[in-house]
Protein backbone atom coordinates (compact mmCIF):
# COMPACT_ATOMS: atom_id res chain seq x y z
CA UNK A 1 0.00 0.00 0.00
CA UNK A 2 1.38 3.52 -0.76
CA UNK A 3 1.67 6.20 1.66
CA UNK A 4 1.40 10.21 1.33
CA UNK A 5 3.51 12.41 3.20
CA UNK A 6 1.08 13.06 5.79
CA UNK A 7 0.16 9.35 6.74
CA UNK A 8 2.12 9.00 9.70
CA UNK A 9 0.69 11.98 11.35
CA UNK A 10 -3.07 10.44 10.74
CA UNK A 11 -2.02 7.62 12.91
CA UNK A 12 -0.71 9.57 15.50
CA UNK A 13 -4.15 11.42 15.76
CA UNK A 14 -5.64 8.22 15.87
CA UNK A 15 -7.26 7.32 12.83
CA UNK A 16 -8.98 4.76 11.74
CA UNK A 17 -6.95 3.61 8.64
CA UNK A 18 -8.04 1.60 5.67
CA UNK A 19 -6.54 0.48 1.58
CA UNK A 20 -8.20 3.69 -0.60
CA UNK A 21 -7.39 3.48 -4.20
CA UNK A 22 -3.92 1.27 -3.16
CA UNK A 23 -3.59 4.17 -0.30
CA UNK A 24 -3.63 3.90 3.02
CA UNK A 25 -5.69 6.75 3.87
CA UNK A 26 -7.68 7.92 7.35
CA UNK A 27 -11.60 6.83 7.11
CA UNK A 28 -12.47 8.87 10.49
CA UNK A 29 -10.63 10.08 13.58
CA UNK A 30 -13.50 11.29 15.73
CA UNK A 31 -16.75 9.40 13.81
CA UNK A 32 -18.29 10.43 10.66
CA UNK A 33 -21.04 12.86 11.97
CA UNK A 34 -18.73 14.89 14.03
CA UNK A 35 -16.04 15.88 11.36
CA UNK A 36 -18.96 16.31 8.84
CA UNK A 37 -20.32 19.47 11.19
CA UNK A 38 -16.98 20.70 12.09
CA UNK A 39 -15.99 21.21 8.34
CA UNK A 40 -20.03 22.76 8.11
CA UNK A 41 -19.65 24.87 10.91
CA UNK A 42 -15.67 25.66 11.31
CA UNK A 43 -12.69 24.32 9.89
CA UNK A 44 -11.12 21.28 8.75
CA UNK A 45 -8.29 19.59 7.12
CA UNK A 46 -8.40 16.45 4.52
CA UNK A 47 -5.53 14.47 2.72
CA UNK A 48 -6.18 14.25 -0.57
CA UNK A 49 -2.87 13.37 -1.96
CA UNK A 50 -3.73 10.33 -2.99
CA UNK A 51 -5.29 11.89 -6.39
CA UNK A 52 -3.49 12.53 -9.63
CA UNK A 53 -1.83 15.13 -11.35
CA UNK A 54 -1.27 15.33 -15.42
CA UNK A 55 0.56 18.04 -17.07
CA UNK A 56 -0.90 18.66 -20.70
CA UNK A 57 1.99 21.42 -22.14
CA UNK A 58 3.04 22.74 -25.33
CA UNK A 59 1.19 24.63 -28.37
CA UNK A 60 -1.33 21.34 -29.07
CA UNK A 61 -2.20 21.48 -25.59
CA UNK A 62 -5.48 23.01 -25.18
CA UNK A 63 -6.51 21.25 -29.02
CA UNK A 64 -5.56 17.92 -27.55
CA UNK A 65 -7.62 19.09 -23.87
CA UNK A 66 -11.22 19.92 -26.34
CA UNK A 67 -10.87 16.77 -27.98
CA UNK A 68 -10.58 14.25 -24.95
CA UNK A 69 -13.00 16.32 -22.21
CA UNK A 70 -16.49 17.66 -22.47
CA UNK A 71 -16.60 20.91 -20.98
CA UNK A 72 -14.90 24.13 -23.11
CA UNK A 73 -11.50 24.50 -22.50
CA UNK A 74 -11.35 27.44 -25.11
CA UNK A 75 -13.42 29.18 -21.95
CA UNK A 76 -10.84 29.15 -19.16
CA UNK A 77 -8.08 31.40 -19.01
CA UNK A 78 -4.78 32.29 -16.60
CA UNK A 79 -5.85 31.13 -13.26
CA UNK A 80 -9.09 29.40 -14.31
CA UNK A 81 -10.08 26.18 -13.38
CA UNK A 82 -12.81 23.87 -14.72
CA UNK A 83 -14.85 20.51 -14.32
CA UNK A 84 -15.24 18.60 -16.80
CA UNK A 85 -15.62 14.90 -17.67
CA UNK A 86 -13.28 13.28 -20.57
CA UNK A 87 -15.33 10.16 -22.49
CA UNK A 88 -14.24 6.84 -23.29
CA UNK A 89 -15.49 6.34 -26.73
CA UNK A 90 -18.48 4.47 -26.41
CA UNK A 91 -20.60 6.79 -24.36
CA UNK A 92 -19.19 6.34 -20.50
CA UNK A 93 -17.01 8.17 -18.77
CA UNK A 94 -13.49 7.19 -18.51
CA UNK A 95 -13.18 10.08 -15.30
CA UNK A 96 -14.14 13.16 -14.34
CA UNK A 97 -11.34 15.58 -13.77
CA UNK A 98 -10.31 19.73 -12.80
CA UNK A 99 -8.35 21.46 -15.82
CA UNK A 100 -6.07 24.02 -14.37
CA UNK A 101 -5.22 26.70 -16.81
CA UNK A 102 -1.27 27.92 -16.00
CA UNK A 103 -0.92 29.60 -19.24
CA UNK A 104 -2.08 28.82 -23.07
CA UNK A 105 0.52 26.09 -23.17
CA UNK A 106 0.30 24.72 -19.80
CA UNK A 107 -2.65 22.69 -18.12
CA UNK A 108 -2.68 21.02 -15.04
CA UNK A 109 -5.29 17.36 -14.82
CA UNK A 110 -6.35 16.86 -11.62
CA UNK A 111 -7.78 13.33 -11.41
CA UNK A 112 -9.17 10.60 -9.27
CA UNK A 113 -7.04 8.66 -7.04
CA UNK A 114 -8.63 5.27 -8.06
CA UNK A 115 -8.42 6.19 -12.34
CA UNK A 116 -4.80 7.52 -12.14
CA UNK A 117 -3.40 4.58 -14.65
CA UNK A 118 -6.66 4.02 -16.25
CA UNK A 119 -6.59 8.01 -17.10
CA UNK A 120 -2.99 8.10 -18.10
CA UNK A 121 -2.91 5.53 -20.48
CA UNK A 122 -5.96 7.12 -21.94
CA UNK A 123 -4.17 10.40 -22.15
CA UNK A 124 -0.85 8.86 -24.03
CA UNK A 125 -3.00 6.79 -26.46
CA UNK A 126 -5.25 9.82 -27.49
CA UNK A 127 -2.16 11.98 -27.48
CA UNK A 128 -0.54 9.83 -29.83
CA UNK A 129 -3.37 11.36 -32.56
CA UNK A 130 -1.71 14.82 -31.90
CA UNK A 131 1.99 13.96 -31.97
CA UNK A 132 2.16 14.32 -27.96
CA UNK A 133 4.87 12.53 -26.40
CA UNK A 134 4.74 11.08 -22.50
CA UNK A 135 7.29 11.33 -20.53
CA UNK A 136 9.57 14.22 -18.09
CA UNK A 137 10.27 16.72 -19.79
CA UNK A 138 7.42 15.82 -22.33
CA UNK A 139 4.17 16.97 -23.63
CA UNK A 140 2.41 14.80 -20.85
CA UNK A 141 3.82 14.18 -17.71
CA UNK A 142 2.16 12.22 -14.69
CA UNK A 143 3.26 13.98 -11.69
CA UNK A 144 1.35 12.19 -9.55
CA UNK A 145 3.84 10.84 -7.15
CA UNK A 146 4.73 14.05 -6.66
CA UNK A 147 2.55 16.22 -5.66
CA UNK A 148 0.91 16.28 -2.08
CA UNK A 149 -2.29 17.95 -1.59
CA UNK A 150 -4.21 19.36 1.35
CA UNK A 151 -7.74 20.66 0.74
CA UNK A 152 -8.87 22.95 3.96
CA UNK A 153 -12.37 23.00 3.79
CA UNK A 154 -15.24 24.74 5.90
CA UNK A 155 -16.55 28.11 6.48
CA UNK A 156 -13.50 29.59 8.72
CA UNK A 157 -10.96 27.59 6.34
CA UNK A 158 -9.57 30.58 4.51
CA UNK A 159 -9.39 32.92 7.88
CA UNK A 160 -6.75 29.85 8.68
CA UNK A 161 -5.17 29.67 5.38
CA UNK A 162 -4.40 33.01 4.63
CA UNK A 163 -1.99 33.58 7.46
CA UNK A 164 0.19 31.03 5.92
CA UNK A 165 0.04 33.23 2.41
CA UNK A 166 2.15 35.78 1.20
CA UNK A 167 -0.97 37.51 -0.90
CA UNK A 168 -4.81 38.06 -0.57
CA UNK A 169 -6.71 34.34 -1.07
CA UNK A 170 -9.77 35.18 1.44
CA UNK A 171 -11.69 36.88 -1.18
CA UNK A 172 -10.90 34.73 -4.40
CA UNK A 173 -13.37 33.59 -6.60
CA UNK A 174 -14.61 29.89 -6.75
CA UNK A 175 -12.97 28.17 -9.61
CA UNK A 176 -10.28 29.98 -9.74
CA UNK A 177 -6.43 29.56 -8.20
CA UNK A 178 -3.27 31.53 -7.83
CA UNK A 179 0.54 29.99 -7.77
CA UNK A 180 2.23 31.94 -4.74
CA UNK A 181 4.15 31.04 -1.46
CA UNK A 182 1.69 29.21 1.43
CA UNK A 183 3.81 28.72 4.02
CA UNK A 184 7.39 29.79 2.84
CA UNK A 185 7.23 26.99 -0.08
CA UNK A 186 6.34 26.97 -3.60
CA UNK A 187 1.94 26.23 -4.23
CA UNK A 188 -1.56 26.39 -6.38
CA UNK A 189 -4.01 26.88 -4.19
CA UNK A 190 -7.13 26.73 -5.43
CA UNK A 191 -10.87 27.61 -4.57
CA UNK A 192 -13.26 24.56 -5.99
CA UNK A 193 -14.05 22.32 -3.02
CA UNK A 194 -15.64 19.11 -2.96
CA UNK A 195 -17.83 19.64 0.34
CA UNK A 196 -19.98 22.87 -0.57
CA UNK A 197 -18.72 24.31 3.08
CA UNK A 198 -15.91 27.10 1.53
CA UNK A 199 -12.02 26.55 1.60
CA UNK A 200 -9.30 25.91 -0.76
CA UNK A 201 -6.96 23.34 -1.78
CA UNK A 202 -3.19 23.14 -1.52
CA UNK A 203 -0.34 21.65 -3.85
CA UNK A 204 2.98 21.45 -3.04
CA UNK A 205 5.75 19.30 -3.51
CA UNK A 206 6.14 15.99 -1.89
CA UNK A 207 9.31 17.22 0.15
CA UNK A 208 7.35 20.51 1.40
CA UNK A 209 4.35 18.43 2.77
CA UNK A 210 5.58 18.41 6.19
CA UNK A 211 6.27 22.15 6.34
CA UNK A 212 2.73 22.72 5.43
CA UNK A 213 1.68 20.40 7.52
CA UNK A 214 3.06 22.34 10.41
CA UNK A 215 2.13 25.45 9.98
CA UNK A 216 -1.37 25.27 8.99
CA UNK A 217 -1.73 23.18 12.45
CA UNK A 218 0.30 25.77 14.01
CA UNK A 219 -2.69 28.39 13.34
CA UNK A 220 -5.33 25.82 12.83
CA UNK A 221 -5.22 24.68 16.48
CA UNK A 222 -5.89 28.45 17.58
CA UNK A 223 -9.25 28.13 15.53
CA UNK A 224 -10.58 24.96 16.11
CA UNK A 225 -9.00 23.12 13.15
CA UNK A 226 -9.86 19.48 12.52
CA UNK A 227 -8.62 16.61 10.93
CA UNK A 228 -11.20 14.84 8.48
CA UNK A 229 -11.72 11.40 7.03
CA UNK A 230 -12.91 10.13 4.06
CA UNK A 231 -16.05 8.89 5.35
CA UNK A 232 -16.79 12.96 6.14
CA UNK A 233 -15.64 13.64 2.65
CA UNK A 234 -18.72 11.48 1.05
CA UNK A 235 -21.50 12.59 3.09
CA UNK A 236 -20.23 16.40 2.76
CA UNK A 237 -20.38 16.02 -1.36
CA UNK A 238 -23.33 13.92 -1.27
CA UNK A 239 -25.27 16.63 0.80
CA UNK A 240 -24.62 18.94 -2.11
CA UNK A 241 -25.40 16.25 -4.93
CA UNK A 242 -21.76 16.24 -6.05
CA UNK A 243 -20.60 13.21 -8.49
CA UNK A 244 -18.74 10.52 -6.72
CA UNK A 245 -16.79 8.88 -9.70
CA UNK A 246 -17.05 4.60 -9.33
CA UNK A 247 -20.49 5.21 -7.42
CA UNK A 248 -22.93 7.97 -9.81
CA UNK A 249 -20.57 8.05 -12.71
CA UNK A 250 -18.42 5.54 -14.46
CA UNK A 251 -17.53 3.67 -17.56
CA UNK A 252 -21.12 3.16 -18.29
CA UNK A 253 -22.66 6.42 -17.36
CA UNK A 254 -22.84 9.32 -19.83
CA UNK A 255 -22.03 12.79 -18.90
CA UNK A 256 -26.03 13.68 -19.99
CA UNK A 257 -27.39 10.95 -18.10
CA UNK A 258 -25.64 12.15 -15.11
CA UNK A 259 -26.87 15.63 -15.24
CA UNK A 260 -23.87 16.57 -16.51
CA UNK A 261 -25.11 18.94 -19.40
CA UNK A 262 -23.86 21.86 -18.34
CA UNK A 263 -20.42 20.72 -18.47
CA UNK A 264 -21.09 19.45 -21.92
CA UNK A 265 -20.66 21.84 -24.50
CA UNK A 266 -21.38 21.60 -27.84
CA UNK A 267 -19.40 24.66 -29.30
CA UNK A 268 -18.44 24.75 -32.89
CA UNK A 269 -15.09 23.79 -33.86
CA UNK A 270 -15.17 20.96 -30.44
CA UNK A 271 -15.17 17.82 -31.96
CA UNK A 272 -14.70 15.87 -28.82
CA UNK A 273 -14.95 12.37 -27.50
CA UNK A 274 -18.73 11.03 -28.43
CA UNK A 275 -19.96 14.34 -28.86
CA UNK A 276 -22.42 12.73 -31.77
CA UNK A 277 -23.69 10.42 -29.50
CA UNK A 278 -24.29 12.64 -26.58
CA UNK A 279 -26.03 15.25 -29.00
CA UNK A 280 -28.16 12.63 -29.64
CA UNK A 281 -28.88 11.94 -26.15
CA UNK A 282 -29.40 15.51 -24.88
CA UNK A 283 -32.07 15.86 -28.10
CA UNK A 284 -34.20 13.27 -26.02
CA UNK A 285 -32.43 10.05 -26.53
CA UNK A 286 -32.23 9.55 -23.06
CA UNK A 287 -33.71 6.19 -21.19
CA UNK A 288 -32.64 6.82 -17.28
CA UNK A 289 -31.49 9.84 -15.85
CA UNK A 290 -29.62 10.54 -12.23
CA UNK A 291 -32.10 11.97 -9.64
CA UNK A 292 -31.62 12.90 -5.91
CA UNK A 293 -33.92 11.67 -3.88
CA UNK A 294 -35.02 12.42 0.23
CA UNK A 295 -36.39 9.32 2.30
CA UNK A 296 -39.94 10.33 3.66
CA UNK A 297 -39.78 6.80 5.54
CA UNK A 298 -37.21 6.55 7.93
CA UNK A 299 -34.73 3.98 6.80
CA UNK A 300 -30.95 4.70 5.29
CA UNK A 301 -30.53 4.31 1.11
CA UNK A 302 -27.36 2.48 -0.24
CA UNK A 303 -25.28 1.82 -2.52
CA UNK A 304 -26.71 -0.86 -4.88
CA UNK A 305 -30.17 -0.79 -3.22
CA UNK A 306 -33.07 -1.30 -6.17
CA UNK A 307 -35.54 1.86 -6.63
CA UNK A 308 -39.02 1.22 -7.45
CA UNK A 309 -42.01 3.00 -8.21
CA UNK A 310 -44.61 2.72 -5.49
CA UNK A 311 -46.58 -0.07 -6.95
CA UNK A 312 -43.23 -2.32 -6.20
CA UNK A 313 -42.00 -2.21 -10.13
CA UNK A 314 -38.17 -1.85 -10.28
CA UNK A 315 -37.46 1.44 -12.01
CA UNK A 316 -33.59 1.88 -10.97
CA UNK A 317 -31.00 1.28 -8.89
CA UNK A 318 -29.22 3.57 -6.09
CA UNK A 319 -25.55 4.97 -6.90
CA UNK A 320 -24.69 6.85 -3.26
CA UNK A 321 -26.62 7.20 -0.23
CA UNK A 322 -26.51 7.96 3.77
CA UNK A 323 -28.06 9.40 6.99
CA UNK A 324 -27.57 13.43 5.95
CA UNK A 325 -25.86 14.65 9.33
CA UNK A 326 -27.13 18.10 8.60
CA UNK A 327 -30.92 17.15 8.00
CA UNK A 328 -30.78 13.98 9.71
CA UNK A 329 -32.54 12.31 6.94
CA UNK A 330 -31.85 9.53 4.53
CA UNK A 331 -30.32 11.28 1.21
CA UNK A 332 -29.31 9.18 -1.69
CA UNK A 333 -29.09 9.69 -5.45
CA UNK A 334 -29.59 6.84 -8.23
CA UNK A 335 -30.27 6.54 -11.63
CA UNK A 336 -34.31 5.95 -12.43
CA UNK A 337 -36.35 5.43 -15.82
CA UNK A 338 -36.58 9.02 -17.02
CA UNK A 339 -40.67 9.05 -16.25
CA UNK A 340 -39.45 8.95 -13.20
CA UNK A 341 -37.10 11.64 -12.91
CA UNK A 342 -39.03 14.69 -12.15
CA UNK A 343 -38.83 16.56 -9.19
CA UNK A 344 -41.45 15.83 -6.74
CA UNK A 345 -42.08 11.99 -7.83
CA UNK A 346 -42.68 9.53 -5.79
CA UNK A 347 -41.01 6.34 -5.57
CA UNK A 348 -39.58 3.87 -3.37
CA UNK A 349 -35.74 2.47 -2.07
CA UNK A 350 -35.97 -1.72 -1.35
CA UNK A 351 -34.88 -1.55 2.29
CA UNK A 352 -34.69 -4.91 3.39
CA UNK A 353 -37.14 -6.34 1.19
CA UNK A 354 -39.49 -3.06 2.43
CA UNK A 355 -40.97 -0.67 0.17
CA UNK A 356 -39.67 2.58 1.78
CA UNK A 357 -40.82 6.08 0.87
CA UNK A 358 -39.30 8.45 -1.00
CA UNK A 359 -39.69 11.55 -2.93
CA UNK A 360 -37.28 13.31 -5.85
CA UNK A 361 -35.63 16.67 -4.90
CA UNK A 362 -33.98 18.87 -6.80
CA UNK A 363 -30.39 18.94 -5.93
CA UNK A 364 -28.40 20.31 -3.91
CA UNK A 365 -29.99 18.81 -0.72
CA UNK A 366 -29.00 22.18 1.48
CA UNK A 367 -27.69 25.18 0.01
CA UNK A 368 -24.39 26.18 0.15
CA UNK A 369 -23.14 29.06 2.35
Same mark, same amino acid.
Given at each position: ?50 ? $? ?14 HITTNDVAALYDGKVQYTTMPNGKGGIVDDLLVYRIDAETYLLVINAAN ?82 ? $? ?25 ? @?? /? ?16 ? $? ?19 FVDGKEFIDRKLMEEQKAGGLTRKLVGFKMIDRGIPRHGYQIASPEGDI ?21 ? @? ?27 ? /????
Amino acid at each position: MKTTVFTKHHIANGAKMAEFAGYNMPIEFTGINEEHLAVRNNAGVFDVSHM $GEVWVKGPKAEAFLQHITTNDVAALYDGKVQYTTMPNGKGGIVDDLLVYRIDAETYLLVINAANIDKDWNHIVEEGKKFGLEAGHGKQLYNASDEICQLAIQGPNAMKIVQKLCTEPVEDMEYYTFKKLKVAGVDAILSITGYTGAG $GCEIYVANEDGEKLWKALWQEGSKEGL @KN /IGLGARDTLRLEMGFCLY $GNDIDDTTSPIEAGLNWLTKFVDGKEFIDRKLMEEQKAGGLTRKLVGFKMIDRGIPRHGYQIASPEGDIIGQVTSGTMSPCLKQGIGMGYV @KKEFAKVGTQIAIVIREKLMKAEVVKLPF /IQQK
